[in-house]
């Protein structure tokens, strides 16, 4: 909506349209690249740090993807997951948002570390940073 300077509803006939079009997901990036001409697509979405697939599946549609993996102490993790009623927002079956929170937490972290573990770690393609740290710093700068 910001990039194209358009309100929720005007945004949600674009998506609408690329949906009747059965746009894949390639397209759909392709187009905001498109459209945000100088700019560095970052796609913040935590949800792909459950699957190595989906990860995996980012190597094969982008070239020279970047991650940045922002770690944060599981028990802060957990708590926030908890406090935020995050269980409800994924439907899980499982009455004990802490042990929600703690599988989540577990399993992205795990995925992360094997996924960075076979690319090397290699700091062009992946940076770990402390969220904390991260969200307090002024200025961050990321060579590759």
Same mark, same amino acid.
């Given at each position: 909506?910001e990039? @194209?300077?358009?309100?929720? !509803?005007a945004? *949600?006939?674009? &998506?609408?349209?690329?949906?009747?079009?059965?746009? #894949?997901?390639?397209?759909?990036?392709?187009?905001? *690249?498109q459209?945000?001409?100088?700019? *560095?697509?970052?796609?913040? #979405?935590?949800?792909y740090? @459950?699957?190595?697939?989906?990860?995996?599946?980012?190597?094969?549609?982008?070239?020279?993807?970047?991650?940045?993996y922002l770690?944060? %102490?599981?028990?802060a993790?957990?708590? #926030?997951?908890?406090?935020?009623?995050m269980?409800? &927002?994924?439907? !899980?079956?499982?009455? %004990?948002?802490?042990?929600?929170?703690?599988?989540?937490?577990?399993?992205?972290?795990?995925?992360l570390?094997?996924?960075?573990?076979?690319?090397?770690?290699?700091?062009c *393609?992946?940076?770990?940073?402390?969220?904390?740290?991260? &969200?307090? #710093?002024?200025?961050?700068?990321?060579?590759?």
């Amino acid at each position: 909506m910001e990039i @194209m300077e358009i309100d929720s !509803s005007a945004s *949600q006939a674009i &998506l609408d349209e690329m949906l009747s079009q059965n746009y #894949s997901i390639q397209q759909v990036y392709r187009v905001l *690249q498109q459209l945000a001409g100088n700019r *560095q697509l970052v796609d913040k #979405s935590p949800t792909y740090a @459950m699957s190595r697939e989906t990860l995996a599946r980012a190597e094969q549609l982008f070239e020279g993807a970047k991650y940045i993996y922002l770690t944060r %102490h599981p028990y802060a993790a957990i708590e #926030s997951f908890a406090r935020m009623r995050m269980d409800k &927002l994924i439907n !899980s079956q499982n009455s %004990h948002p802490y042990q929600v929170a703690e599988e989540i937490w577990s399993t992205t972290n795990g995925t992360l570390t094997l996924f960075r573990a076979k690319k090397g770690g290699k700091p062009c *393609q992946t940076a770990s940073l402390p969220r904390r740290g991260f &969200l307090t #710093s002024n200025l961050v700068i990321f060579r590759g």
